[in-house]
């Protein structure tokens, strides 16, 4: 694949059922998909011209305690948890220009917005890593005994609407003008989850709920084949519950596990069909720039004492008797450096870290194996004024289409105090997880192709969307996030089963981060990934395990 079919940018008078007013201005941004080529060229798979190969001599040789590789939000959360124990001499090596993986933001127009994940729900008890850091970030403080959230980051109201049957509607689950049968299906499945969740817990991360026979036994299914055999056939339920799916774990009912679908409602708010007098949805923290608020403030220590290094491409990662070697290619100067340690966390993609660790352990080698990825597309799109608006509710954070190929669109000013409505970014997301060749596609259409596609969708709520558009920038993941399909759960607690715990709760945790870390020697693996999907809570969690047992 050539550079141009991946970087090419500009402005473009886009065609459609109405005359362009005016120039559209955009490109490709965001990720650099032809660094990632480097990698699979250096290491003999088809790709464009590369980097020296990791043999080449390295121009420098730089000694640290402990590498990170991969600064995600699992890296950002080793290193967290390294620092917070003493361990400053490290170094973290970062493919991308910034820091924060699929939790990464940007600027367009001037406006802060997402590239990326975009909210964090208000994590359970389960979660005691991640609420942990909200309270070192002033997110959340103890008020006459109990925890409260600061309100100013939690999403202002109204929160979510959806375009469905020419109107828009509170709420994402199709309500307005639906039959008695589909009620009825809505309680249905209310009541096997609820069902679920008394015969066996779900949480988040899912290891704090060990496996039960149950979950097994829903692991084994597609939730679409669940859905069948519960004789719940609705097609609203299942746009809602393929929305949810394809939101979460970017592929929908008929790819995902029975377990994860259940899972995403059993593990944090359930589900309650309408006129649930109990149904109140959990808070949702999120910020103009998404999930970058929370990576940015973990990475800035790092870039502040020189610890973080960003354009680096990892080619090789060798764990040895007497420490790690990690050879990296630098993009600014386009040479190859080498970091030597006394240990390496490695926090990538399982995929990519079979590529680069020498003599992969058989662990890495089965995950790498077994894991799917979903691409993603995420488009922040500039209006320089309000949108005319369809009957029904008002706009809301989150807006989504019934029945559309997308996600929807979150508006980037919704947090805003401003009482006037201006100008704003839309940030449209796509999950192409479903599709054959969907990765090979991403990168092959051009910019003013998907431009398009995203237009063609929400120019049927909003009509008047062209001619108040000025800029689209669109950043492409072709391996985004992993898909938790059939099997995913046993073969993840194959890898690392989570046993009894020691009665000391001191060794009790620190013998659960072991268990919960992959390792081979010197080397400690973290990604989401190793949970079989990809949540905060979960890279988090796993990234913090890493970093509280490497060895001092």
């Keep these: 694949m050539k550079r141009r079919h991946f970087l090419a940018s500009g ?30 060229a250096a290491g003999g798979a088809a790709g464009p011209a590369a980097a020296p190969p990791a043999s080449a001599p390295p121009q420098t040789v730089r000694r640290v305690h402990t590498v990170i590789v991969g600064a995600g939000v699992a890296g950002l959360a080793a290193t967290r948890a390294l620092r917070q124990r003493g361990i400053d001499d490290l170094a973290v ?129 597609t939730f679409q084949a669940w859905l069948d055999r519960e004789g719940l056939a609705d097609p609203h339920l299942r746009w809602y519950l393929d929305y949810c799916c394809r939101d979460d774990y970017g592929a929908g009912i008929a790819t995902v596990s029975a377990w994860a679908g259940i899972h995403y409602f059993a593990s944090r708010h359930g589900f309650h069909a309408p006129g649930d007098e109990a149904a109140e949805r959990d808070g949702v923290l999120t910020w103009p720039e998404g999930n970058a608020w929370l990576t940015r403030r973990l990475a800035a220590p790092l870039a502040g004492a020189g610890q973080l290094h960003t354009g680096r491409v990892v080619q090789r990662v060798e764990s040895g008797r007497h420490g790690v070697t990690v050879d990296a290619f630098n993009v600014a100067t386009q040479s190859v450096e080498r970091w030597q340690a006394a240990q390496a966390i490695v926090a990538l993609p399982v995929f990519v870290a079979a590529r680069v660790v020498a003599n992969s352990p058989e662990v890495l080698r089965e995950a790498a194996a077994r894991t799917r990825h979903a691409p993603w597309l995420v488009a922040n799109l500039h209006i320089d004024r309000p949108l005319h608006d369809r009957a029904g509710a008002a706009p809301s954070w989150d807006n989504v289409l019934y029945g559309s190929a997308g996600l929807g669109y979150v508006d980037a000013r919704h947090q805003s105090l401003q009482p006037v409505p201006g100008a704003t970014v839309l940030t449209w997301y796509r999950a192409l997880g479903d599709t054959p060749e969907a990765r090979a596609g991403l990168l ?39 898909i938790p399909v059939p099997g995913m759960l046993k073969s993840t607690l194959l890898r690392h089963p989570i046993g009894p715990m020691p009665a000391s709760a001191g060794h009790r945790q620190l013998q659960l981060y072991e268990r919960l870390t992959p390792s081979d020697g010197r080397l400690r693996f973290a990604h989401a990934d190793w949970s079989g999907y990809s949540v905060f809570e979960e890279a988090f969690t796993r990234g913090h395990a890493a970093g509280m047992t490497v060895p001092r």
């Design 444 to 482: 092959r259409q051009s910019w003013s192709h998907w431009v398009e596609a995203v237009l063609a969708e929400l120019s049927v709520p909003h009509p008047d969307l062209r001619e108040k558009l000025t800029r689209v920038d669109i950043t492409r993941y072709g391996h985004a996030m992993a």
């Design 11 to 40: 402005s473009l008078a886009l065609a459609g059922c109405r005359p362009a007013s005016r120039q559209i201005e955009g490109g490709f941004t965001g990720t650099s998909p032809e660094r990632g080529h480097r990698l699979a």
């Design 93 to 221: 090596l970062e493919l991308e220009d910034e820091a924060g993986g699929n939790s990464r933001g940007t600027v367009v127009g001037g406006i802060a917005c997402p590239q990326g994940a975009h909210y964090l729900p208000v994590p359970g008890e389960a979660a005691h890593e991640v609420q942990d850091l909200l309270e070192e970030l002033g997110l959340r403080r103890r008020v006459a005994g109990r925890w409260i959230i600061e309100e100013r980051h939690l999403c202002h109201s109204p929160q979510e609407r959806l375009y469905f049957n020419g109107a828009w509607q509170d709420g994402l689950l199709p309500v307005q003008g639906v039959g008695p049968a589909t009620l009825a299906h809505y309680r249905r499945f209310a009541e096997r989850v609820q069902a679920l969740q008394q015969a066996a817990p779900f949480a988040m991360p899912a290891f704090r709920a060990p496996a039960s026979a149950e979950h097994l036994a829903l692991d084994t299914i």
